[in-house]
């Protein structure tokens, strides 16, 4: 099975831009919808972004729009979350997640992914 491991988060002012890393191994994620999802302390994991098998389709939450950006790069099995004009509410836990169904829409809900990395804290500051 695919195994993800998360990398990039930090400590960043407000306005700030950082970029997070899903490095996949096993098999290709080639054929995976792939997604990230975030959790700040107290709160549940909420949907963040997913991209669809071929790149061709992206959705992101409302909170994270014309913001966030999500890519992947299947030659190196590698998905990547490019954040910019962060604000302190932005401040959680982002973790990469897999869903190797072929199903036709990308799922938003975290129900919809059996495989997920452990995640990488990303800290925004006012």
């Known amino acids: 099975q695919v195994q993800l491991v998360e990398s990039g988060g930090g400590l960043v002012q407000a306005g700030g831009s950082l970029s997070l890393s899903c490095a996949a191994s096993?098999?290709?994620?080639?054929?995976?919808?792939m997604a990230w999802f975030r959790q700040a302390p107290g709160k549940e994991r909420e949907f963040v972004a997913v991209?669809?098998?071929?790149?061709?389709?992206?959705y992101y939450s409302d909170s994270v729009k014309g913001r966030f950006t999500i890519s992947r790069d299947d030659a190196n099995n590698t998905v990547w979350l490019q954040m910019n004009s962060l604000k302190p509410e932005d401040t959680a836990n982002y973790y990469c997640?897999?869903?190797?169904?072929?199903?036709?829409?990308?799922?938003?809900?975290?129900?919809?992914?059996?495989?997920w990395g452990q995640g990488t804290q990303v800290t925004v500051s006012s």
């Open positions: 997640a897999a869903d190797p169904r072929r199903t036709i829409i990308p799922g938003t809900s975290r129900t919809s992914y059996p495989y």
């Open positions: 096993g098999p290709t994620i080639g054929t995976y919808f």
């Open positions: 991209i669809s098998r071929n790149g061709g389709v992206r």
